[in-house]
């Protein structure tokens, strides 16, 4: 049999007990000293265990189950500390136990969904509740109560008692009253804080019981209130009607919760039949969004698997790390042998048995479909990446190249120019060859130098973009009408330097280059046509930008936008 119908069975029996209790001394019995309080009491534990038998049918929810359970029980035991009961065991439960039921019901409040307390502040509340309710208004109290002692001879006898000091007892009692009160307005304003914070997905499923769980919680609290004066919880009329308020307030809580178990059910069915309907026409976010409020989990992720590795991403291809954080869980779905999707969610909402069959029965097309974009994404990304150090790396080697010869070959031709100008003043008569070779020299040498600077100019990486476009300016008919006076990533540098060069080189060139918006934006106007960009174009697109151009009335104006978040050093700085 499953655990869920013994617990079920449990509570029934506890129900059955505790009218039996009340009967036995009537007049000290909330129940039955109330109109229709025994409809209120067998209504309200009743309306908590049909809803924990529907919780417990949902491994998501099962935690949550077993907590209502535990309220049920405690509900029922509130009228155990009846003086007519003749089992002297009955009566110390009932003594300890009669405040609980507010603490059980914001244990399972505070955990829902998924059972668990997810915060400190949650966690704080649920201890507290316990420690006030039963171990103030209960054990502390019952601690020193011997009702024999007191003019209860019928009475059973209290096992909790271990002195009987009347006065320390109803010190005790008033203590837990005041420390109940306090409690309960605290945990009424966290959750409406947290109701009022929550986001659109979770207040869809938490609303409604949140809302029901406030309604109990303030009538409680009016209850604690009105007994502050007297120092312990009493049963007059009016305490007698909170009484019936918080057993009406129970029965719609159950209620609520039933309908989010009947909603969800729901909403399986809605999705399985949206992903067969749209099939691959389904967004990948929208998936996302449609499973995660099927689940009740609003921070659900879906990670995909790209690559050979273990690497997964999103659906936009944004990295996501797997195992999760704690408090988190990762089940993978699988189509046959093939890896389809790994599902990030809250811990225990697919451990039970054939949960993710369910699940992948409908929605295993569209993961399909996300999976492919997911990896579509990652490598159009990575190829991105790819060519951009590839630029990067070129630029380097041209750089290292202009290093080379500046240093290497340029300064031993400059030093044989030396020396052959030291043998023409030591020579009486300088031969003709002599003068063919000088000449030669210095025209290697300045073949040299023109093509070191072609390479990479020495003073783009020095003093930075704007000197050496301003430079170029002086050496060519290129107008500069404004470049920004700062540093920016060197493959953007050089990139935006090769395309004002290369289209300067043998026209009247008008130049604007500016920074806005995260972007690096050069602007071109060139007497004639379209010159041959093709190889600045390439490095342009695989730096992820823009390269577009118009020839009109004998002037082509060319514009170039190239994103900051390129690779690179970028310091910031005035050359």
């Known amino acids: 049999m499953p655990i869920r119908l013994l617990l079920f069975g449990l509570g029934s029996a506890l129900g059955v007990v505790t009218v039996d209790i009340a009967r036995a001394e009537r007049g000290f019995s909330t129940a039955l000293t109330t109109p229709h309080g025994l409809t209120a009491l067998l209504g309200a534990g009743g309306a908590l265990l049909l809803c924990a038998l529907a919780l417990n049918r949902r491994p998501s929810d099962r935690r949550t189950g077993l907590l209502l359970f535990v309220a049920s029980y405690a509900w029922f035991l509130s009228e155990w500390d009846n003086p007519g009961t003749s089992s002297s065991v009955v009566f110390s439960l009932g003594l300890v136990l009669d405040a609980a039921c507010p603490a059980a019901v914001a244990h399972a409040v505070l955990a829902y969904p998924g059972g668990r ?3 400190w502040p949650a966690r704080t509340l649920a201890a507290a509740g316990y420690a006030i309710a039963v171990g103030v208004q209960g054990v502390g109290a019952a601690a020193y109560f011997r009702p024999q002692s007191q003019g209860c001879s ?3 006898r209290n096992w909790w008692a271990v002195a009987d000091v009347p006065t320390r007892a109803q010190s005790i009692a008033s203590w837990g009253v005041q420390a109940g009160t306090a409690w309960l307005l605290a945990l009424i304003a966290f959750l409406v804080c947290r109701l009022l914070t929550s986001g659109a997905a979770a207040r869809r499923s938490t609303g409604l019981p949140t809302l029901c ?6 009538a409680v609290a009016i209850f604690y209130l009105h007994s502050l004066d007297r120092g312990f919880l009493g049963s007059d009329g009016l305490d007698g009607r909170l009484w019936q308020t ?8 159950a209620a609520a919760l039933t309908a989010e178990v009947v909603h969800a059910r729901l909403r399986h069915r809605e999705l399985t039949r949206m992903v067969i309907n749209l099939g691959d026409t389904a967004t990948p976010s929208g998936l996302r969004d449609a499973i995660a409020e099927r689940l009740a989990d609003p921070d659900l992720q879906i990670a995909y698997p790209v690559g050979a590795g273990n690497d997964h991403v999103d659906a936009a291809a944004n990295p996501v790390a797997l195992p999760p954080p704690d408090g988190k869980a ?3 779905l699988h189509r046959g042998d093939t890896h389809i999707a790994t599902l990030i969610h809250r811990q225990g909402l697919l451990d039970g048995p054939g949960a993710t069959d369910e699940l992948m029965s409908g929605t295993h ?3 399909e479909h996300g999976r492919l974009h997911a990896e579509s994404l990652a490598q159009l990304a990575a190829l991105r990446a790819s060519g951009a150090r590839i630029v990067t790396v070129g630029d380097e080697e041209r750089r290292r190249l202009e290093r080379d010869l500046h240093d290497g070959a340029q300064q031993r031709l400059v030093g044989l120019a030396l020396g052959l100008r030291l043998l023409r003043l030591r020579s009486t008569k300088v031969p003709r060859r002599l003068d063919l070779a000088e000449q030669e020299l210095e025209r290697a040498i300045a073949e040299l130098r023109r093509l070191a600077r072609g390479l990479h100019p020495v003073l783009l990486k020095e003093a930075g973009l704007a000197v050496a476009v301003e430079a170029l300016g002086q050496t060519r008919d290129l107008r500069v009408e404004a470049v920004p006076r700062v540093r920016f990533p060197d493959v953007l540098e050089s990139t935006v330097y090769l395309m004002v060069a290369r289209m300067s080189a043998n026209r009247p060139t008008t130049v604007r280059i500016s920074a806005c918006d ?6 071109l106007t060139v007497a004639g046509g379209m010159p041959d960009l093709a190889d600045v174009a390439d490095r342009i697109t695989t730096l992820e930008g823009v390269l577009t151009s118009r020839t009109e009335h004998g002037e082509t104006w060319v514009t170039a936008q190239l994103p900051l978040r390129c690779p690179g050093p970028a310091a910031i700085s005035d050359p």
């Open 117 to 119: 307390l997810g915060s």
């Open 518 to 523: 995260g972007q690096l934006i050069t602007h």
């Open 213 to 218: 769980a406030l309604g109990y919680f303030t």
């Open 246 to 253: 918080q057993a009406g307030a129970l029965i719609l809580l």
């Open 154 to 156: 019928p009475c059973p």
């Open 365 to 367: 097309i569209a993961l």
């Open 330 to 332: 990762a089940t993978p």
